[in-house]
């Protein structure tokens, strides 16, 4: 595979054309296992659809489910629904048909949406632990502050950030001239892996992907910290015992969901700057698990760690049990 792409790499070389259509290779070194891999690939992205479906469907259709926390959560499920179809349908396709090939124009729409939906779910965790804030920090005021109105413009903001901060990410890669190759050792398009394909200077792509990330994520992550600080100070200047317990459970499923998605993505981005000596198959699929296992695991925490739900969901499932 290694001369495939080296030759492939040499003779683009000297065409001087710019690649439209590249081929994805889906998982670099384990082409022979791509069957098996699918399978968990295929299983996972079932549970995202139903699991995610379900918690949008019981969310809307329950009055008392309403409130700004479980609201939220149905802007989370969506996200998280889009987040999946983003990369799995693609995976799928390469693992069963080997449909790799993929034009410029898919290529580019993919990597915007699959980075604007992965900063909108930054931003809607983000806001998740406001609301945790509110709740605890403020719970006479909580239902006035947090009103169906505000949740409106708060998710706008949300999507509109996401949008507008990769939307330039789309010009910066359609200056390119991809001429040293157009294989793409990964089962999606991303916006790095793209530019370095290119025979362009592409510091300003790498520099304008560090603002982003800085712009984001990161400061994603400051901001739910801080939150976090804040309301374990209210917690335990709380003087019942259980009152603490209960402020802290209802703080716990949000915990779990944001270890989950940042765990993975920053430990990937750590074995990418610093792992040179990690397979390429590694990288690939550390790349395709924080974007695979966090939409399966939301909900099923969610439905197992938040009771209102958890009594609806099996009053949904087995409605003759109730």
Not at 106 to 127: A, H, K, P, Y
Not at 175 to 185: A, D, E, H, V, Y
Not at 208 to 226: A, C, K, P
Request: one cysteine or more; hydrophobic letters at 50%; aromatic letters at 12%.
């Amino acid at each position: 595979m290694n001369t495939l792409i080296s030759s492939h790499m040499t003779t683009s070389n000297h065409t001087g054309v710019s690649h439209t259509v590249f081929h994805l290779l889906g998982i670099p070194g384990l082409e022979d296992k791509h069957m098996w891999i699918s399978i968990p690939f295929f299983i996972s992205y079932v549970i995202v659809l139903l699991g995610n479906s379900l918690l949008i469907f019981i969310i809307v259709t329950k009055r008392s489910l309403h409130t700004p926390m479980y609201l939220f959560l149905c802007m989370l499920s969506g996200t998280d629904i889009i987040l999946s179809t983003c990369t799995v349908p693609q995976a799928l396709a390469i693992f069963w048909f080997r449909a790799g090939e993929i034009s410029l124009n898919r290529c580019t729409t993919q990597v915007f949406f699959l980075t604007s939906t992965f900063i909108s779910e930054s931003g809607i965790l983000l806001v998740m632990a406001f609301d945790r804030y509110i709740a605890i920090c403020y719970p006479l005021r909580y239902t006035t502050i947090l009103t169906q109105a505000l949740i409106g413009k708060i998710g706008a903001v949300i999507f509109l950030r996401s949008y507008c901060t990769i939307f330039p990410v789309i010009f910066l890669l359609k200056r390119l001239t991809f001429c040293k190759s157009n294989i793409l050792p990964n089962t999606t398009c991303k916006h790095i892996i793209l530019a370095k394909i290119s025979c362009n200077d592409i510091r300003v792509n790498i520099w304008y992907g560090f603002f982003v990330l800085i712009s984001t994520l990161v400061l994603d992550v400051v901001l739910i910290f801080v939150s976090y600080v804040l309301i374990l100070h209210a917690v335990f200047h709380i003087p019942s015992q259980d009152a603490r317990h209960k402020a802290l459970n209802t703080c716990g499923s949000h915990v779990c969901v944001i270890i989950l998605f940042y765990g993975p993505g920053i430990f990937s981005v750590l074995a990418q700057r610093f792992g040179r000596h990690i397979a390429l198959h590694i990288h690939v699929l550390l790349a395709n698990v924080y974007t695979l296992i966090p939409p399966m695991v939301n909900p099923i925490i969610y439905g197992i760690k938040t009771k209102q739900i958890r009594d609806l969901v099996v009053s949904f499932l087995f409605p003759k049990q109730k």
